[in-house]
Every structure is written in structure tokens, then in C-alpha cells.
């Protein structure tokens, strides 16, 4: 009995033993170790969701009216759009009977500067025999002098008028005749009716180029004669004998006048250049909320732009239990949410002043409150197939000042 050796352990036993004792203790080591190491790692790096930023133009209405399509081309969702075109059009024909009314009002004064003229010379007739001095000539000068002044200004004004009239008109018959040139050219309009469009615009044209050379004329002689008005008056101070109040009071109610047409002319003249709306920059139409054809009120949301911008800075919040505290100049990673996981490299450009509540699309639980510090970040290099586009969620990694 002393002789028998035990017998011997079958290779594949101890196998199965190591497999199902050792393996098992070494695999969750190894996991353990791991699994520390990459929470160490990860927790030096602190994570959050930026928006890529929007930049949104409200294209507001400046007063109340009706929105027309008169030279305004028919905008659609996602049109693009250039900076200083034309989005929209208000009515403006109050605002150009108005300035019927206004001329009107201007010939009534030139009524009354006759008529004050033919007051004066009836009583320069009268008492030019009685008054043959040099003190009485200076005082019909400047007399005459104030007349021809209240009668440029008047000139100058009815030309004002007419060049802000004909702008307008001249406006409107170029965006027609846009129009009806791409029409001709897909052979919808006939040649007869673009030569017409044309002839209309060439012939407010030249009404406008002749109402600018007559104003430019007028405004020359206005301050020749603002400036003979001027020497006159200075002799007249050093002649006692005449009283320059009673010439004042004679052209004061007058020039009164004439002064509010031309307050009146010129507010004209901005309501109608409001009535033109742009677009500021060059961007995209994001949002329509009338058409032509609807009534506005002032201040009225017509159209939105969301704007191109070279630079698309992300906003991000860095939250408070983060225990980073974000400077200008730290470095972050962006991830895109793609499959690919483009990222590109960023920088913390400015900081915001105070806590605030994060929003809910920066949230990683929109259900949950959080506060954050704002951050606007800026892309320092990126790879040549990372694109955002405004609005889009990204991921932010942020690191210490590298």
C-alpha cells in the first residue's frame, strides 16, 4: 500500500481550475485598475453642451400699413439674402399724397411772397420820391433780398418734393423693370412690354436728373443771395436812421413758414425711406410671419434672418459643480454629434459677468435646473471637414490653460 503513487492531475483539470478561479480574479483586477485610471484621466476633463451661436435678424415694420409686393421679390423660407436688399415694402401712397399736400401748401406761400411783393412795390412807388437816400435803397435791398430768399427756399423745397417723389417712383419702376426683363427672358412677357417697363424708367430718370441739376442751380443762388442779404444788413447797422426790427417783423411770419414746410418735407422724407425695408447682412430667411397683401403695426415682426457669418462662435455654460472656474484663454476640444466625431480645437474667448440659469438646450437633463457661468468660445484650428451650422449641439471639453 506504502508503494502507491496518488494519481496524477489531468492537464486539462488544471485548466479548468486556473480558468474558473484564476482568470476570473485577474479579469476584474485588471478591470478594476482600468477602469480607475480612466476615471482619473476623465476626471481631469470637464464636459458640457455648447450651441453653435445664431445670430438673428427680426426685420421689423416702422410703422403701421400694408405690406406690398411692388418691387419686392417673393420671398420663401431659406431664400438667401444679400445685405441691403430688399425683404419688404410698406404702402407709401399716403405718405406721397402727403407730399402733394406739402407742394400744394409751398404754392400757397409763393401765393403769398407774390402777393407780399406786389404789397411792397406799390409802396416803394409811393414813397420812393419822399425817400431818394442811401439809408431808404438799402432798406428796399434787403426787402428785396428777404423776398428772393423766402422764394428760392420755396423753390428749393417744391424740388425736395418732387426728387423724394420721384425716387420713389423711380425705385418701383426698376424693380419692374427687373422683373419683366427675367420674364422676357423665359419668354412669359413680350418684347413690347419690356421696352415700355424701360421707357417708364428712363423717363423718370431724367425727370430725376433734371430736378437734381434745378436744385443744385437753386441751392447756388440761395446762398449768393443769403450772402448780398448779409452785406446789406451789416451797412444798414452802421445807418441809425433806419430800423432794421421793422424789416424783421415785416419777414419773420413768412420765413416762419417756410421753415415748417420744410421740417414737414424732410420727416416726410424719412417716413418714406422707412418705408423700404433691407436686409443688414447677408443671410438666410428663417422665419415669414406676413406677406404681402396683410396689414402690420409698428413694431410688428415681418420676416427673420439668420446671418452668415465667417466666425460661428459656440455659447457653452461650465457649471458650478464642475469646480472649474472658466478664464479667458483656456483651451476646449468641440465634438460635432456626427458618427464620424469630427472635433476641432477652440478657445475661451470671453467669460460672462454672473451666474445664470442654463438654458434648457445646454442642459443635459432638460428636466433638470442647473446654473452655469457663460462662456463664448471661438474655433483656434479645426480639421477641413468639421462644419456647424447655427444653432447645431455640440460637445465641449474643457482643459487647463495650456
Known amino acids: 500500500m506504502a508503494d502507491r503513487q496518488p494519481i496524477p492531475t489531468p492537464w486539462s483539470q488544471w485548466w479548468r481550475r486556473i480558468r474558473h478561479r484564476v482568470v476570473p480574479l485577474l479579469v476584474f483586477g485588471t478591470a478594476a485598475v482600468t477602469a480607475s485610471l480612466m476615471w482619473n484621466r476623465q476626471g481631469r476633463y470637464q464636459r458640457s453642451v455648447g450651441v453653435v451661436e445664431v445670430v438673428l435678424y427680426e426685420m ?15 420671398w420663401e423660407l431659406f431664400d438667401g439674402v444679400e445685405p441691403n436688399e430688399v425683404v419688404a415694402r410698406l404702402d407709401d401712397t399716403l405718405l406721397r399724397r402727403q407730399i402733394d399736400t406739402q407742394r400744394a401748401q409751398i404754392a400757397r406761400l409763393e401765393a403769398r411772397i ?99 441739376s434745378a436744385l443744385t442751380e437753386a441751392e447756388k443762388q440761395l446762398a449768393q443771395a443769403e450772402e448780398r442779404e448779409r452785406t446789406v444788413r451789416r451797412t444798414l447797422r452802421n445807418m441809425p436812421q433806419v430800423e432794421l426790427a421793422s424789416l424783421d417783423a415785416q419777414i419773420r411770419p413768412l420765413r416762419a413758414d417756410i421753415q415748417i414746410q420744410d421740417a414737414q418735407i424732410q420727416e416726410l422724407k424719412a417716413q418714406i425711406a422707412a418705408t423700404v425695408i433691407r436686409s443688414p447682412v447677408k443671410g438666410t430667411i428663417s422665419r415669414i410671419d406676413f406677406r404681402p397683401g396683410q396689414p402690420v403695426a409698428a413694431g410688428q415682426p415681418i420676416l427673420a434672418i439668420t446671418a452668415e457669418l465667417e466666425q460661428k462662435d459656440i455659447i457653452s455654460y461650465i457649471r458650478e459643480s464642475q469646480g472649474v472656474r472658466p478664464e479667458k484663454g483656456m483651451s476646449v476640444d468641440i465634438r460635432d454629434r456626427s458618427f464620424s466625431r469630427r472635433w476641432a480645437e477652440g478657445q475661451i474667448v470671453q467669460v460672462g459677468p454672473n451666474i445664470e440659469l442654463v438654458p434648457r438646450q445646454h442642459r443635459r437633463d432638460p428636466q433638470l435646473r442647473e446654473w452655469g457661468w457663460p462662456v463664448r468660445i471661438t474655433l483656434v484650428s479645426k480639421a477641413e471637414d468639421f462644419h456647424v451650422q447655427p444653432g447645431e449641439l455640440v460637445e465641449v471639453t474643457l482643459y487647463a490653460r495650456r
Open 60 to 74: 421689423t415694420a416702422p410703422g403701421s400699413g400694408m405690406l406690398v409686393a411692388d418691387g419686392v421679390r417673393k
Open 114 to 212: 407774390a402777393e407780399e411783393e406786389a404789397r411792397f412795390e406799390e409802396t416803394l412807388a409811393e414813397t420812393n420820391l419822399q425817400h431818394a437816400d442811401l439809408e431808404y435803397e438799402g432798406y428796399v435791398d434787403a426787402r428785396r433780398l428777404a423776398i428772393d430768399i423766402g422764394r428760392l427756399r420755396l423753390a428749393i423745397m417744391d424740388r425736395k418734393a418732387q426728387i423724394a417723389a420721384d425716387k420713389i417712383e423711380l425705385d418701383r419702376q426698376g424693380k419692374r423693370l427687373k422683373q419683366i426683363e427675367k420674364l422676357a427672358d423665359r419668354g412669359v412677357e413680350t418684347p413690347w412690354a419690356h421696352w415700355n417697363a424701360e421707357l417708364r424708367h428712363d423717363i423718370v430718370k431724367e425727370r430725376l436728373r433734371v430736378s437734381q
